[in-house]
């Protein structure tokens, strides 16, 4: 028994201080947690005031005739307007959802094959690849003005450079049936961002990859089809969800190019982001303005989880296989 004695005094001295460096850790956590929290604070008040906080109060109002001095509860009311009373809502949206599928393939494309064509061996590249990045970090503003000195019908350099070749040039702004072409040929002329995406990616494929192709017999073009765009469609398909986002956020081409937030001609640049910027600032409908959002938000969530779900069918990983 007293061979037992100095063992379970020693396991009790090994407990206590088993204890006491464990309280000594939660203590520890506890002070650094806190002095974490300390340190994100500016952070999560930001969120709060700035992100999460707005965006509760516009779901709430969107339930409310709201017009920025007082609220009054209407339940679904605005919804119902939208769906069922506001014409140049069903406008604004067709507008959007044209420019949308006209404007996300071309500027994809574009991107891609500017890539392609810049990650060649030719002379005078880095100037090339410079020219072509330069509009993408040019100012909104600024550059929709000059576009519309560059796409006036009388003396604009386009319709210009088309009669030289024997084309008529059309009235791009003032021509209904031309100015959401005009819109996506500005943007084709700024893709400098997607194709320096592209550019980056295609300079990591291995040129084994081609040289195999090659032996085996295959042409360019299937080079092309198998090989580049196979491992270009994770970034493809990055740029397809950012496109999806933008597209339906056009404003600024609207407003500028109407030059009243007016939408004209005949209503071709009311985009549905100028419709709800009108309905909230010159209206004075904020609740119906804040309805918009959220459907808007709902179309585009919708849009970005079925090209999630499609992506499996295309997008490929390092491995080869299916994302």
């Not at 597209?247 to 004209?264: H, L, N, R, T, V």
């Amino acid at each position: 028994m007293q061979d037992k004695e100095p063992f379970l005094i020693e396991r009790r001295h090994y407990m206590f201080g088993k204890i006491l460096f464990k309280f000594g850790v939660r203590k520890q956590k506890t002070r650094e947690n806190i002095y974490g929290y300390i340190f994100i604070l500016p952070w999560l008040i930001g969120l709060l005031a700035f992100t999460l906080g707005p965006m509760i109060f516009s779901f709430i109002t969107s339930f409310a005739d709201y017009n920025m001095l007082k609220i009054d509860f209407i339940g679904i009311g605005n919804y119902t307007r939208m769906f069922t009373k506001d014409q140049l809502f069903w406008k604004s949206l067709g507008n959007t959802a044209i420019y949308a599928v006209m404007n996300i393939p071309l500027v994809t494309a574009g991107g891609v094959i500017v890539a392609v064509i810049l990650n060649k061996s030719i002379f005078g590249l880095r100037t090339f690849r410079t020219i072509y990045y330069l509009p993408s970090i040019m100012v909104g503003v600024g550059t929709y003005f000059l576009w519309m000195l560059l796409l006036d019908p009388a003396n604009g350099l386009v319709n210009t450079v088309l009669g030289v070749i024997g084309i008529q040039g059309p009235a791009w702004l003032t021509d209904p049936n031309w100015t959401k072409p005009a819109i996506i040929l500005m943007h084709l002329w700024g893709l400098g961002g997607q194709m320096l995406l592209y550019l980056a990616r295609l300079q990591s494929i291995p040129q084994d990859y081609y040289e195999a192709a090659a032996l085996d017999g295959a042409s360019s073009f299937r080079q092309f089809r198998s090989i580049t765009v196979p491992l270009l469609s994770p970034i493809i398909f990055y740029n397809l969800t950012i496109g999806i986002i933008g597209a339906f956020q056009i404003f600024q081409e609207g407003y500028i190019f109407s030059g009243d937030g007016s939408g004209k001609p005949a209503g071709s640049l009311l985009f549905y982001n100028l419709h709800l910027w009108n309905q909230a600032f010159k209206n004075f409908k904020t609740g119906y303005a804040n309805a918009m959002c959220w459907f808007l938000f709902a179309v585009v969530m919708v849009m970005t989880l079925i090209n999630q779900k499609l992506s499996k069918k295309w997008v490929y990983e390092e491995d080869g296989s299916n994302g």
